[in-house]
């Protein structure tokens, strides 16, 4: 069964920049995406990236393009989301999910982390 692990969240001050983790294990698909996704209380889950392990595309929307860069270690089965330029509106909790497609709806994911929290404030 697929495993995702997320670790690096924390408390981080506006301005500052934090890099997110997600350990992959047990996948059975030659090829998968991974996106990262957040939910800050009473709102819904939004999409901030992808990666696709295919070609390796990405994808990350306006919301966060410029401050958030998704990577992956293949050596290491990890996905990275380093998030720069932190903003108290990025406050959320932040989801690692694993599916045969790159897409932006949750629905389309097959397997979630727990969450890591990222909390930014002065």
């Known amino acids: 069964q697929v495993q995702l692990v997320e670790s690096g969240g924390g408390l981080v001050q506006p301005g500052g920049s934090l890099r997110l983790s997600c350990a992959v294990s047990?996948?059975?698909?030659?090829?998968?995406?991974i996106s990262w996704f957040r939910q800050a209380p009473g709102k819904e889950r939004e999409h901030v990236s992808y990666?696709?392990?295919?070609?390796?595309?990405?994808y990350t929307p306006d919301s966060v393009k410029g401050r958030f860069t998704i990577s992956r270690d293949i050596d290491k089965n990890t996905v990275y989301l380093q998030m720069n330029s932190l903003k108290p509106e990025d406050t959320a909790v932040y989801y690692c999910?694993?599916?045969?497609?790159?897409?932006?709806?949750?629905?389309?994911?097959?397997?979630w982390g727990q969450g890591t929290q990222v909390t930014v404030s002065s």
């Open positions: 047990g996948f059975t698909l030659d090829y998968y995406a």
């Open positions: 999910a694993y599916g045969s497609v790159q897409a932006i709806w949750p629905s389309e994911y097959i397997y």
């Open positions: 990666i696709s392990t295919r070609d390796d595309s990405t």
